[in-house]
Nanobody, 127 residues
């Protein structure tokens, strides 16, 4: 069993930065690829980024590429999403998720392949 708890959300001005974290419990954490998704009011959940179990490989959506960075500290069982140059359209609830497989962008960008999810953390960007 894997449990995920996000933290670090909050209010930030447009152009600012924020780092959200996802603490993962479970002895098999290091075997899981991790993903970040977000959902704004009235919109579908969308893929943001994914990272392989070792951290050596990452994927990003086009909307955040070059601004967001996903990383993980396997010693701390934590995954991070560093968000820079934030825009009002980045405002959403951000969720982390865990999946045993890390195959391709087309696979790991799909929410339905992830087995475990956190409760989400709210990110608000003021213009």
């Amino acid at each position: 069993q894997v449990q995920l708890v996000e933290s670090g959300g909050g209010l930030v001005q447009s152009g600012g930065s924020l780092r959200v974290s996802c603490a993962v419990s479970g002895r098999t954490y290091r075997n899981y690829a991790m993903g970040w998704f977000r959902q704004a009011p009235g919109k579908e959940r969308e893929f943001v980024a994914a990272i392989s179990s070792s951290g050596a490989s990452t994927y990003y959506s086009d909307s955040v590429k070059g601004r967001f960075t996903v990383s993980r500290d396997n010693a701390k069982n934590t995954v991070y999403l560093q968000m820079n140059s934030l825009k009002p359209e980045d405002a959403a609830v951000y969720y982390c998720a865990a999946n045993r497989l890390y195959l391709s962008y087309s696979y790991n960008s799909r929410a339905e392949v992830y087995d475990y999810w956190g409760q989400g953390t709210q990110v608000t960007v003021s213009s």
